[in-house]
Each structure stands twice: as structure tokens, then as C-alpha cells.
């Protein structure tokens, strides 16, 4: 790959990443996101897949499944129960969440949740 289209590709990425994030606890589609960066969906697929990979909706997946253990591992999150946790981040189908989760951290997410309540002052420390 050229060195200018690779550095296109990493300018669409970061717009990508950068917009995804910021919406990951909304329910946005990639064509939205596609239309926020300013391209097609071809155009993300290639520059995804050329710098990151994996495809927009593989990173996207990623992206959700780490909010919600970065949010499971805080006692403000902890304090709410898995599937409100998941479900704010866009997953629905619980048995699918919970393997991705095991696959990707190696527990379960009520694991994350746990580790997080038995820190001492966990909870009186959200309040």
C-alpha cells in the first residue's frame, strides 16, 4: 500500500474510532458513522481492514465489549447489574454477550462485577 493511501486510511480510521466512541452507548449504525466520517461504507470496510484488520462492525463490537468492562471495573458501574450494564452498550442478547465477553477477557462479566464489589469501600466510594 502506498504511504498516502495509507495515511488516508488512518485519517478515516481515526474519524471512525473517534465517533464511535463517542456514541457507543448509542444505538448507531455504520452507515450513520459512515456519514459522520464523510465516506462510504466501502471506503471504512477498506480503511478498517487495511489499518485495524477487522471490519467497522468488528471494531465496533470491540470497542462496546471494552466500555462495558471498563464500566463493570468502577463501583458507580459495578453498582448496577450486568445486563443494565450491557444492554446501555448496545447488547441485547445476553448468552452472546457473555461468550464475546469470556472470549475477549477471559471471565464473565459478573466476574469483572464481583472483583469490583469486593474492593474495599467499592460502593460507599459511588456515593
Do not use: W
Amino acid at each position: 500500500m502506498q504511504q498516502s493511501q495509507r495515511e488516508r486510511y488512518q485519517d478515516i480510521v481515526d474519524r471512525f474510532v473517534r465517533i464511535a466512541q463517542a456514541s457507543l452507548d448509542k444505538p448507531v449504525r455504520i452507515p450513520e458513522l459512515c456519514r459522520s466520517v464523510g465516506v462510504e461504507p466501502r471506503q471504512l470496510r477498506r480503511a478498517c481492514q487495511a489499518i485495524l484488520g477487522v471490519t467497522p462492525v468488528s471494531h465496533l463490537h470491540t470497542l462496546r465489549l471494552s466500555e462495558v468492562r471498563r464500566t463493570l471495573s468502577t463501583p458507580d458501574g459495578a453498582a448496577a447489574t450486568v445486563t443494565e450494564v450491557a444492554s446501555r452498550f448496545g447488547f441485547h442478547e445476553l448468552g452472546r454477550f457473555a461468550a464475546a465477553y469470556r472470549a475477549a477477557f477471559g471471565e464473565h462479566p459478573s466476574e469483572t462485577r464481583q472483583r469490583t464489589l469486593a474492593k474495599p469501600n467499592a460502593l460507599s466510594a459511588s456515593k
